[in-house]
């Protein structure tokens, strides 16, 4: 049988002059008491709502009213800004993507050929560096090729330099190389096996029948996958402005703190930079479908 025994300051008068904690009463959930604040949020009327959502957005008109700097004042500075933004920016940008699509095409082809290859010493190898490079992020491997690779190189007397964009040019072509790669590799592997079979009884090589019979029907497959890289490749150009190469974002912020770091300025900028992009890369992704559908097999 349970005892209740007396608690001193309670039950009984306290055995010290100290303060003693009460026990307290929870008020159980979904009880009156409980539901006072939603039975206020729903009480209050729309008006209420309105007027307290019009006093926030008050709050930033105010103080963007106190500022003497305008958004026309912001565009007119873009406008200022956009020939040294587009010939010293964007045009990097083209640059470095275009020199890392060919150095990553030609060597992504060599590699996709090298896994296709019948002798392990070659595929094992060729199958270890695209996975690798395949799945590295981006800006890690930019981050390495720029402490990796020296500013300068030394023949004797003669000094080389190497400018930071061709730098962005080596980080970038090696992601590019493995995606190339699996390209041609998935592209290779799409083509019927019959066709290999054809080709042997006709007494052809190998090399005869994968450069006569099944690359000239992988290169309509391939177009598509490639173009489609491109795209990739020229908007990840960005990531460059992380390692100090002057391409569009880079120049766009110098040119924001040319102009005093005016907060109206972000906008109109990196909106700029943002439609520069859209209108480079929107007409090859419309051709890369396009194309898709044209190369499209016909079941």
């Not at 006569?212 to 795209?231: E, G, V």
């Amino acid at each position: 049988m349970w005892i209740k025994h007396p608690i001193p300051g309670i039950d009984k008068p306290a055995l010290t002059k100290f303060a003693v904690l009460k026990p307290y009463t929870a008020v159980p959930a979904g009880a009156a008491d409980d539901l006072l604040f939603s039975r206020w949020l729903v009480s209050t009327p729309l008006w209420a709502w309105l007027v307290f959502a019009l006093a926030l957005s008050a709050w930033p008109m105010a103080s963007y009213a106190s500022s003497t700097y305008t958004m026309s004042d912001a565009f007119q500075a873009l406008w200022r800004w956009i020939p040294f933004i587009v010939t010293g920016g964007f045009f990097f940008n083209v640059v470095i993507s275009f020199f890392a699509m060919l150095i990553g095409t030609v060597l992504g082809v060599i590699l996709g050929l090298m896994q296709i290859s019948p002798l392990w010493v070659i595929r094992f190898p060729a199958q270890v560096i695209t996975q690798v490079f395949r799945n590295s992020p981006w800006l890690v491997l930019l981050f390495i090729v720029l402490l990796a690779l020296p500013y300068e190189i030394e023949f004797g007397d003669t000094i080389i330099r190497i400018p930071d964009w061709m730098k962005a040019v080596f980080g970038l072509c090696l992601p590019i190389m493995a995606n190339i790669s699996e390209v041609v590799r998935g592209a290779i592997n799409s083509v019927p096996s019959g066709q290999w079979e054809a080709a042997e009884s006709l007494a052809y090589t190998r090399q005869q029948t994968l450069w006569q019979i099944i690359l000239p029907q992988c290169f309509k497959r391939m177009i598509p996958p490639w173009m489609n890289w491109y795209a990739i490749l020229t908007m990840a150009t960005p990531l460059c402005s992380l390692l100090g190469v002057e391409e569009i974002i880079t120049l766009s912020r110098q040119a924001i703190e040319a102009e005093n770091n005016k907060p109206e300025l972000l906008v109109p900028f990196y909106g700029f930079a943002l439609l520069i992009f859209f209108a480079y890369c929107y007409p090859i992704a419309r051709a890369t479908i396009a194309l898709e559908r044209r190369f499209a097999v016909k079941l």
